[in-house]
């Protein structure tokens, strides 16, 4: 059963860089067809899709944020990660990431079906 | 970007009531992009439904999906304690972007 954790540092300072990781254990993060995608969520808001990438190639950003992300993936240690630069308080929220599959060529997006279980973020000085 | 609004904000309906939940898009959505998830206090989304209609791994047959194009709905046939919640739908296509929720409450 895959599983997904996210880590990274709970306090960032205004206009620094929110670093995150995403390990999954229980399977390969480069087996089969799914993406990996980062998601968040400001405490009594609503969820925003932030990117995801695909091991084999492809990361795709909101467009919102897209100046400042970047997300990588390290199959040698089953890991993906975001990047995150000058980071406003407006940046402070729960972290998810998540198991995210589609299937370009029929054309079908089955969604995000596990999801790590959040880590919260919070920039302030 | 598409936007999803949905509505209501937050239904309160009593255990065994049916929920309507509707998700409304800025243009039209194909259905094979339209996902809904479930969300309680403190825990991480939770897959429902796929594809606009079709149930995810595990999910109970009281909740149904529907709609196409630009208009979307999940049923909750009969409300169990457990589904009070936040429900949010999600498409894929043009980007990827999430409605505001909708909150069941218990009335």
């Known amino acids: 059963q895959v599983q997904l954790r996210e880590s990274g540092p709970g306090l960032v300072k205004p206009s620094q860089t929110l670093s995150l990781t995403c390990t999954v254990s229980?399977?390969?993060?480069?087996?089969?067809?799914?993406?990996w995608s980062w998601i968040r969520q400001p405490a009594g808001k609503g969820l925003e899709w932030i990117g995801r990438?695909?091991?084999?190639?492809?990361?795709y950003y909101n467009p919102s944020l897209r100046s400042r992300l970047t997300i990588s993936v390290d199959t040698s240690k089953n890991q993906f990660s975001l990047k995150l630069s000058s980071v406003t308080a407006a940046d402070t929220a729960v972290y998810y990431c998540?198991?995210?599959?589609?299937?370009?060529?029929?054309?079908?997006?089955?969604?995000?079906?596990?999801w790590g279980q959040g880590t919260t973020v919070t920039v302030s000085s | 970007d598409i936007v999803l609004t949905q509505s209501p904000g937050t239904l309160s309906l009593s255990p065994g009531e049916r929920a309507t939940l509707s998700c409304r898009a800025s243009?039209?959505?194909?259905?094979?992009?339209l996902v809904w998830y479930q969300q309680k206090p403190g825990q991480s989304p939770r897959l429902l439904i796929y594809?606009?209609?079709s149930r995810a791994t595990g999910i109970p047959d009281r909740f149904s999906g529907s709609g196409s194009g630009t208009d979307f709905t999940l049923t909750i046939s009969r409300l169990e304690p457990e589904d009070f919640a936040v429900y949010y739908c999600?498409?894929?296509?043009?980007?990827?972007?999430f409605g505001g929720g909708t909150k069941v409450e218990i009335k």
């Open positions: 990438i695909y091991p084999s190639g492809g990361t």
């Open positions: 999600q498409q894929y296509g043009s980007s990827l972007t």
């Open positions: 243009q039209s959505v194909s259905s094979r992009y």
């Open positions: 229980g399977g390969s993060i480069s087996s089969g067809t799914y993406y």
């Open positions: 594809g606009a209609s």
């Open positions: 998540a198991r995210d599959f589609s299937n370009n060529g029929l054309g079908y997006y089955f969604g995000m079906d596990v």
